[in-house]
């Protein structure tokens, strides 16, 4: 395969990731400016959805930043970026019931979640040592160090794949919690589900990245033998 194939395919991967980044904050900004029907906080939307499935060990905390909500499953903190945890928006409720979605999986020891944080250890090691073994590889002329690049990186992309579950999963979770306490508004559903479905896309565009650089590497490492 020519370089410049291999080049096309890295810069279709990485311009649909970022593509699709820009789209998610496109559409977190339209509907961040919208209020929910309901008035609730984010934090008080996730608080309800917790509190509704039995989980009273997560709290939920407020953290700096932007879209840098997340659960912490090691310490069972459900963390909320300040504009989402005070905010009344139709994406501050959406974002906060994904977040919860993730609570309750781990509440429940789902399947796909454990998958994944088993694997957490192997896709760190891989996105520590993949980038000096790749470097090793050019400075070195390594189709060795090459191929052991590509194959510690392929750690981080099974990681990618196994998050793509997870959190379409919760998702999914996240309307039907909603729907459940009747925080639903069906004016509002088209704008809930397309945060949601923006978020999750992003976790697509990474995971076609990482599965675009395992192949361009092994290709390369391949052209070179």
Request: aromatic share 10%; glycine share 8%; net charge positive.
């Amino acid at each position: 395969m020519s370089n410049g194939v291999v080049w096309l395919v890295v810069a279709i991967a990485f311009g649909g990731s970022w593509l699709v980044k820009r789209w998610l904050a496109s559409t977190y900004k339209k509907w961040s400016r919208v209020p929910n029907t309901f008035g609730v906080t984010g934090a008080q939307t996730a608080a309800a959805i917790l509190k509704g499935k039995g989980v009273n060990n997560v709290r939920i905390e407020k953290v700096r930043g932007k879209l840098t909500d997340h659960y912490d499953p090691a310490r069972d903190i459900l963390r909320l970026s300040r504009t989402n945890h005070d905010s009344t928006s139709v994406a501050a409720m959406a974002v906060s019931a994904h977040e919860a979605g993730h609570a309750i999986q781990d509440y429940r020891d789902d399947i796909r979640l454990r998958l994944r944080k088993w694997f957490v250890p192997f896709a760190a090691m891989g996105g520590r040592l993949s980038p000096w073994f790749i470097g090793g590889a050019f400075i070195f002329s390594s189709d060795f160090l090459l191929r052991l690049g590509a194959f510690m990186l392929a750690g981080t992309m099974i990681f990618q794949l196994l998050t793509l579950p997870v959190e379409f999963n919760a998702s999914k979770r996240a309307l039907d919690n909603l729907e459940a306490l009747g925080l639903a508004d069906p004016a509002q559903r088209k704008g809930t589900r397309q945060v949601l479905t923006a978020a999750a896309l992003t976790y697509v565009a990474a995971a076609a990245t990482s599965i675009a650089w395992v192949a361009t590497l092994f290709l390369m490492g391949r052209s070179r033998g």
